[in-house]
């Protein structure tokens, strides 16, 4: 496993992140029930194995079936030794007080008295949205707080955008990470011929850069599927050496139900001589 300073966080994470979406989701890119037993036995498995296998970076959020990710986390990880392992959960927006409750029901739920990285469930910001995070009595005040107070190490956010909005989290110093959503079929936040992109901006921040969906959610898969039903081509690993191989990416988050698939997914991750050259696949190939 490759590990890797988490920007200006001085910790350091293993580059494959387990992500704690699918664990707790319902139907979520594929039929799935969380509240079955052996969708728990097969979680827990998977979360054992990571451990195991050296993944250290746990990305989970109380909005993951209300609660079921980060209770599926808290059971395997929540009796773990402090620094072992780097474990980072969300808050959806909301206001000053509704972040400390937020914090509140997350560490009761993953068994600690202290989460590694808060971030902002971000989904899309609005230019309106991200000046109410950032002014006084807003979230990211009370993420201030919540890291004074020693209930949290680190702040940061979540984005699926590259907008404006994200640009201005990113550049208002507050924040010590960010998640953004970043693969081979949104490749807006890295464009490395202009340059420009929020991957870029981060980096210049010096911010932890956890980047998510690596195997793009399922969507590339469905859409070969689509357009060729015969084809049996296992898109994965190709997928995620996309996302390993961008070196602004610290973090590459893949959701994973099952001990199989974090077999599947350290074995890729440990496939360095897999990477590609990123700046070969953007050249334009255009003369003067
Ligand atoms: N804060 C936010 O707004 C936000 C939004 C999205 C994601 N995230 C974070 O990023 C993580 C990853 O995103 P995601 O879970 O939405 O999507 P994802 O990682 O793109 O997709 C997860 C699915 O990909 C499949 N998969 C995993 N490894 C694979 C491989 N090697 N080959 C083929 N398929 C593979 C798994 O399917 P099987 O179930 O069949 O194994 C899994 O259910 C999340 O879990 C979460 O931690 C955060």
Redesign the pocket.
Known sequence: MEYVQFGKTGATVSRL?F????LGIKN???P?DPAADESRESAHKALETAVELGVTYF???PA?GDGISEAIVGDVLGCLEPGRIFLAT?CVPTDYDGVMRSIEGSLKRLRRDYVDLL?I???TYTDERARKILAPQGMAEAMEKAKADGLVRFIGF???DNNRATFDLIECGCFDAV?L?Y?FTFQHPYEPTRPFGSLLAAEKQGMGI?G???????LF?RWMKMIRADDDF????A??QFVFSNPLVDVV??????PE?VR??VA?ANNVAGRIDLKLLHRRNVTE
């Not at 998510?212 to 399922?218: I, K, L």
């Not at 296992?234 to 690993?237: L, R």
């Open positions: 992140g992500g704690g979406a699918a979520y890119i594929r799935y990305d989970t959020a993951y969300t971030q469930h971000g989904g979540t984005s699926e998640q959503c693969n956890a998510m969906r690596a195997p793009t959610s399922g898969q296992d898109y994965g690993p997928l995620l988050l893949v959701g994973m139900r099952s698939r599947q997914n890729i």
